[in-house]
């Protein structure tokens, strides 16, 4: 296992448990303990972590895992969720794409439909995500618009109010939106505030909006709101999601899409 890797899963075990051990971390990654101390005071050289005597804790009381070191865990169900959303788009439209792991996929799958291959836009892409930005750039035939703002090192995402300038100016078809959590009562949410906000005004300036979010994101809350459940038309995720929780979000009108 390379040392990306290593810090990738270690990161994440953190996020999942608070505390590692040398020796438990070592063993679920079948390295020496002299190899984890060595990582362990590199990430907490990087302020990923806090070093404690034996092993290391989670940075600060509250800790989100910064988007460059996300492994592909359940890579086969973003990338479904991603064809997938990435189908409700029709050519001509103007989409909008939030920051995040799966919103990306839904970015890579536009990118390859062969019907956007060309048009005068084939597509219009409104994105406060540097990265997603980044990657469609490249294809003349999409019209890229990036929001103004500050950017945020956990998700790439461009937040502040630079970005209302944009955002205010433009209409959407659809907005799709990467979320930490999404459940009927308290909405679809994320993590930081300022995010949220951005992901707010995008939802408002769309005539339909794409929640895109594997299972395990289902039925949770989260610090920020973005919107409430009612304002989301589609929900699109993973096979693994149970029927009481597809019957929830139908019951408040949302059409769900399981993949």
């Not at 050289?45 to 989100?64: D, F, I, K, N, P």
């Not at 930005?133 to 990036?146: G, S, T």
Request: charged content about 25%; aromatic content about 4%.
């Amino acid at each position: 296992m390379s040392r990306d890797a290593r810090w990738k899963t270690l990161l994440e075990l953190l996020v999942e448990r608070g505390r590692l051990d040398v020796e438990e971390a070592a063993a679920e990654l079948a390295v020496s303990a002299a190899t984890i101390r060595r990582d362990f005071d590199q990430l907490a050289g990087q302020q990923m972590l806090v070093r404690t005597r034996g092993g290391a804790v989670v940075h600060g009381v509250s800790y989100e895992l910064p988007l460059r070191y996300k492994t592909a865990r359940r890579a086969s169900e973003k990338e479904r969720i991603g064809r997938a959303v990435a189908e409700l788009v029709a050519p001509g439209e103007a989409v909008g794409l939030t920051g995040g792991t799966t919103t990306t996929e839904v970015a890579r799958a536009l990118a390859v439909r062969p019907d956007l291959a060309a048009g005068t836009p084939a597509l219009t892409v409104v994105t406060n995500a540097l990265n997603i930005a980044n990657e469609l750039a490249v294809r003349p035939q999409f019209k890229i618009v990036v929001t103004g703002g500050v950017a945020r090192a956990q998700s790439y995402e461009l937040i502040g109010p630079l970005a209302d300038g944009v955002l205010g100016q433009v209409t959407i078809d659809v907005a799709v939106l990467g979320v930490v959590a999404f459940d009927v009562a308290h909405g679809a949410a994320a993590h930081d505030e300022a995010e949220a906000a951005i992901n707010r005004l995008l939802c408002e300036r769309a005539e339909r909006v794409v929640v895109a979010a594997d299972s395990t994101k289902l039925g949770r809350r989260a610090f920020a709101r973005i919107c409430a459940a009612e304002s989301v038309d589609t929900l699109v995720t993973d096979a693994a999601v149970d029927a009481d929780t597809v019957r929830r979000f139908e019951e408040a009108g949302i059409a769900v899409v399981a993949v």
